[in-house]
Nanobody, 114 residues
């Protein structure tokens, strides 16, 4: 059974930074593309970044240049470095497999407060 545990969220001022971590268990992480998603209140969940099993990355336009996704397969973790945070980044952030998501973790709250 795949388990996903997100952590690292918090409250930051606009312009601040956070680093999110996703601990993955139940699979060999090396075999999977991974995606960070976020869901703001009243909105659908959207993808913000993914990283392929080979380390190639892609970002939604609104975060490109500010966020950086990375992976450490030896530690079974996927990270999201978030810089220059904006109020619009406020959401619950989730990680999951890219192509066939498993059950969702609890997510971690990110608040870029004014």
């Amino acid at each position: 059974q795949v388990q996903l545990v997100e952590s690292g969220g918090g409250l930051v001022q606009p312009g601040g930074s956070l680093r999110l971590s996703c601990a993955v268990s139940g699979i060999n992480l090396r075999m999977y593309d991974m995606t960070w998603y976020r869901q703001a209140p009243g909105s659908e969940r959207e993808w913000v970044a993914f990283i392929t099993k080979g380390g190639l990355t892609s970002y939604v336009d609104s975060v490109r240049g500010r966020f950086a996704i990375s992976r450490d397969d030896t530690k079974n973790t996927v990270s999201l470095q978030m810089n220059s945070l904006k109020p619009e980044d406020t959401a619950v952030y989730y990680c999951n497999k890219r192509w066939v998501p498993t059950a969702w973790g609890q997510g971690t709250q990110v608040t870029g407060a004014e």
